[in-house]
């Protein structure tokens, strides 16, 4: 019963080696530095002004990698770093990128990109958030949201009318007409939110 045991023993200790391994290689593969010689993306190269040429999806010497590859959003972090560093901001610059971003699937850059330009402003970028939260408009396959959020919905819709977007107290009134009848109809969930629009 002894040696049984030891043998126990020694096949936790190896397949505790093999999963700190496995581990170790998925997160280490995952984030490779580049190669020698290789151009790397800096913040500067990512900020591109508006004399640079339209960027390619899959420029990855221009900082902006394809779709589908880590997508954090770390290169719009970098964009707003910078940003703010220099103290200018664009919003219809923040707002392109964004839409770039967004085009080539990569949906945390793109997301980060639109709340910074909404949030400066930037009606078009308050709209496009309105709609990634709206249950009518929502695309799981084109967000980084689990869920449509009425509430968020309504938020983005109201600052972009207020910055002069022309759709969106059309699109507002819509979602609010959407929230009345299923509160009308006994949702909970649309009482309250009627209760917090007032």
């Known amino acids: 019963m002894g040696c049984g045991q030891a043998g126990k023993g020694e096949l ?21 530095p580049p190669a020698a010689g290789a151009p790397s993306a ?25 779709a ?15 940003l703010r560093g220099e103290g200018k901001v664009d919003p219809e610059q923040v707002f392109e990128r964004a839409e770039r971003f967004q085009a ?31 249950p009518n408009t929502f695309a799981r396959e084109s967000s980084i949201l689990e869920a449509p959020d009425v509430a968020q919905a309504h938020k983005w819709y109201h600052l972009a009318a207020r910055a002069g977007d022309p759709g969106a107290k059309r699109e507002l009134a819509d979602l609010r007409g959407r929230v009345e009848r299923a509160a009308a109809r006994g949702d909970e969930e ?7 629009w007032r």
């Open 104 to 134: 080539v699937g990569m949906l945390a850059d793109a997301y980060l990109l639109h709340f910074y330009a909404a949030r400066q402003g930037h009606a078009r970028a308050a709209l496009a958030l309105a709609r990634m939260y709206d």
């Open 12 to 32: 936790w200790v190896l397949a505790a080696l093999a999963a700190a391994a496995l581990l170790g290689w998925y997160f280490l593969s995952a984030s490779e």
């Open 68 to 82: 589908g590859e880590n997508d954090r959003g770390d290169l719009a972090r970098a964009i707003i770093e910078e």
């Open 42 to 66: 800096s913040p500067r190269a990512v900020a591109a002004s508006e004399t640079e040429p339209a960027v390619v999806a899959g420029d990855v010497s221009r900082g902006e990698p394809a």
């Open 190 to 196: 649309s009482r309250r939110l009627m209760m917090q």
